[in-house]
């Protein structure tokens, strides 16, 4: 585990790190990252700025340089210097700008604080550029070079030493488990060997959203499948990915693969957040170099599963009317799109779509890391009006996520903008509909 | 040397080497881009990737409704400036008979009205997106000496080809030669420029789709 690029990275120690260094750091990691897509995508940018037009940033904003390829342009120009023609002779003759840590600094906004890795100009791109993909390649040089944001190496500084982003510890979780068992007369099962399932959480669950908690536990219990939770390893953020440090996500990752082994659990299960399923879903085995003895899936799909075998049984209909915010991990990388719609139609009987939905969903403002780094919070919240616009031509009385992240972002973005709307996870709306015991 | 040998020179020595250069250029360019590879993807698929890359370099033809109703202008005169383009280069008589004496194969030409109003199509878009690319405050911002640059010698054949065509202003020979000498640069220029995109976007849309296919996103 590399904790000194954390110290080295931690606000008020990058002064001691030798900048020259770092910035070297930096650039060998831009380097690495270059590969035959990113390569293939410099190579076909034409400057259309149609991406512009797919990011919430710059439709809030317009400002052009929030453009998702323009938070690119270092990474573009050291590829232009090291793997072109003219690039590497306008190197050679002293005629390139070289990529310095005064600009590396000035693009942590761009690449950071108004980037929530949604994905959505990966869709547009008219010559096919898969632009998130680079921006999250170009964190790994710009976490190595000492430009991430304080809000982020704190959070990741957490994840590491403390086990979560924002410092929760096992007590908490078996505070609340306790209040769980207490309120729904069901036990929660923690450490059980040889169980189906392994259900883990995000920090924001644990803390803000412990109905989550209760919800599984009641919709397991109907189903009648056995889960577990473990104490050692019940994180499934991963502050790593989002700063863009491969060797702290891994190590984050590695805390589940290893509690999941130990526990013999058949499938691990993603919570509802969006990240945490690209973390352990599809970055995990890249970063730990190996597949998984397990399956991954995310609640959602499970849920969907369970209601396919008949182990979903539901009861009553939400007549209030209400639409479903897409997380974009979950669609854009997880093609779960469908499934949602499904298990939604089972409880809710007025149910209207945003006008730009499922693959084409518009971010929270608060994907990616953003909502952890306070300086970019302003923007945030600018960025927002994007999603208050969607909501506004609905005129919905309620909203359904199936992201933690999301929630407390869209929670905060309502109450910013003095909306009325109450909120829901739809794990947790699946379970206020259960059939009763008999 | 008068305009005839200018003429010969241009289409004789001037020209192979311009084609040498587009031929070897561009396969040395996609060449280096493929050979960085990819690492090998560990995760479990959910989908496969052969199609859905496949459907993505067809499917991103066509803006999304979105894209569209945002930013209509780029996407129409985008697609004026390409079918104008093609049609001048592909279906015009003269251009067909040198396909034939180069590769043997021949197709039917258009009319030379039909072609003759979609190289001045093709002008107008070009001289348009120039303007836009100037006004709209995203694409300046963008823009670089690179982007002028190409645009400048997309123009140039197009130009001077409609005046040879039409014997306008200079003589035939003179002007033939002009628009061969524009056709080389353009060549020369295409392998170490965003003109490469003819070709490339053909890759990226290929691994954008495949990697969204892989993980089951429909594209």
Known sequence: ?438 | MNSVDFLQWVRGPAFDAAVVIFVLGVIFRLFGILMLGKKPDLAEPRGGEWGPGLRTVLSRSLPDRGTFRREPVTVVAGYVFHIGFFITLFLSAPHIELFHAWFGLRWPALPTPLVDASAVITLLALVFLLAYRLANPVRRFLSGFEDYFVWGVTLLPVLTGYLAYHHLRLPYHALLALHILAVELLLVAFPFTHLMHTFTLFVARWYNGAASGRRGVVS
């Open chain 1, 1 to 438: 585990m590399n904790t000194q690029a954390l110290t080295d990275t931690a606000p008020g120690t990058a002064a001691v790190a030798p900048r020259g260094a770092s910035l070297e750091r930096g650039r060998h990691a831009f380097l690495e990252e270059i590969d035959a897509p990113i390569a293939s995508f410099f190579s076909s940018c034409v400057r259309c700025g149609l991406c512009a037009h797919a990011c919430l940033f710059y439709t809030e904003t317009e400002d052009p340089r929030y453009t998702p390829i323009h938070k690119l342009e270092p990474l573009r120009r050291m590829w232009r210097q090291e793997y072109t023609f003219w690039g590497k002779l306008a190197k050679r003759v002293g005629l390139a700008k070289p990529v310095t840590d005064d600009e590396l600094a000035a693009w942590s906004e761009l690449v950071y604080d108004s980037c929530t890795l949604c994905g959505r100009c990966s869709r547009v791109c008219p010559v096919g550029n898969d632009i998130v993909y680079m921006v999250r390649r170009m964190r790994e040089g710009m976490a190595a070079a000492g430009h991430a944001p304080a809000g982020l190496v704190r959070a990741t500084r957490n994840a590491i030493l403390n086990g979560s982003p924002m410092g929760v510890k096992l007590v908490t979780l078996e505070a609340q488990i306790r209040h769980v068992e207490k309120e729904t007369g069901l036990t929660v099962p923690l450490d059980q060997v040889g169980a189906e399932y392994l259900a883990i959480f995000s920090s924001m669950e644990i803390v803000n959203y412990p109905e989550y908690i209760a919800a599984l536990t009641r919709i397991f219990e109907q189903a009648g499948v056995t889960w577990t939770i473990s104490s050692e390893a019940f994180e499934a953020t991963n502050a790593g990915i989002q700063i863009g440090q491969s060797d702290l996500a891994a190590e984050l990752l590695s805390r589940i693969v290893k509690a999941a082994e130990k526990l013999k659990v058949k499938t691990v299960i993603s919570p509802e957040c969006g990240h945490a399923y690209l973390a352990l879903r599809w970055e995990g085995p890249n970063l730990l170099k190996r597949a998984y003895p397990f399956q991954v899936k995310h609640i959602l799909e499970l849920l969907d599963e369970l209601r396919a075998a008949g182990k979903l049984r539901l009861r009553d209909s939400e007549d209030s009317r209400l639409t479903f915010h897409d997380p974009c991990q979950l669609v854009r990388q997880g093609g779960v799109v469908q499934e949602p719609r499904t298990l939604l139609k089972l409880v809710a009987s007025d149910i209207v779509e945003m006008n730009e939905t499922g693959v084409m969903n518009w971010c929270c403002g608060g994907g990616g890391g953003v909502s952890a780094i306070e300086r970019a919070e302003n923007l945030r919240l600018k960025a927002f009006r994007r999603k208050k616009t969607q909501l506004d031509e609905l005129g919905v009385e309620m909203l359904v996520t199936a992201c933690a992240n999301c929630r407390v972002v869209l929670e905060e973005g309502v109450d910013a903008y003095n909306m009325e709307l109450p909120m829901v996870g739809l794990t947790e709306l699946l379970a206020e509909h259960l059939e009763e015991r008999p």
